[in-house]
């Protein structure tokens, strides 16, 4: 398994050929989802064998946005297919770094632990500091690809969705779900000052 090769071939692609709207799913999301993997995976003591896996996972999971951005993940795992068997990884790894990838298409069902893994990594902002940072530059991006019209619009979306969520890992839940409750209330705040103003 060369696993470095594999990651400068996607890395290299990312960084060259995604379109400059995507401000949010870029290099720097992948390489968030990437740590927050790596440190996710460390804490939920895997073994060494499945962190490359769940970080080759990590590395590809957003991929498809080469070509795409809905349904992405199916072609993100055609991508990963394509590339890994020039990498040296076998089918059933193949098939496990897809089931991770297939894992973080919302809404999330993650069936496996590493699965859970990568689903709680790609959504690690939601409980951290940088929080409104991040979310941001999602807005940015679907505001440029006309998928959103309004902040309001955009908190609103942001409120519903993170009620929803749930961090699957014992891991993700001490680390990130205190803050991640923090963020729901300034979101609903922000809401309620926006509609006093109106």
């Not at 949010?24 to 999301?29: A, E, K, R, V, W």
């Not at 993940?73 to 790894?93: F, K, Q, V």
Request: proline share 1%; with cysteine.
């Amino acid at each position: 398994m060369q696993f470095k090769q594999a990651e400068d071939f996607i890395t290299t692609k990312l960084k060259e050929e995604l379109s400059a709207n995507y401000t949010y799913h870029n290099i720097d999301h992948t390489n968030d989802v990437y740590q927050a993997a790596e440190n996710l995976g460390k804490q939920e003591n895997i073994s060494e064998a499945d962190m490359k896996l769940l970080l080759t996972a990590a590395l590809y999971h957003d991929s498809g946005f080469l070509k795409f951005s809905t349904g992405h993940e199916e072609e993100s795992c055609r991508i990963a297919a394509n590339a890994l068997r020039g990498y040296g990884y076998s089918e059933m790894d193949i098939n496990l770094i897809c089931g991770m990838i297939r894992a973080t298409r919302i809404p999330q069902s993650p069936k496996t632990h590493l699965e859970r893994i990568l689903a709680d990594a790609d959504l690690d902002y939601l409980g951290r500091d940088d929080f409104f940072e991040v979310g941001n530059r999602l807005f940015t991006e679907l505001h440029l690809l006309g998928k959103i019209a309004s902040k309001a619009e955009w908190d609103k979306l942001q409120l519903e969705f993170m009620q929803d969520h749930s961090y699957f890992t014992k891991t993700a839940i001490n680390l990130r779900q205190d803050k991640k409750a923090a963020n729901i209330a300034q979101i609903r705040i922000s809401l309620l000052t926006n509609h006093i103003a109106k």
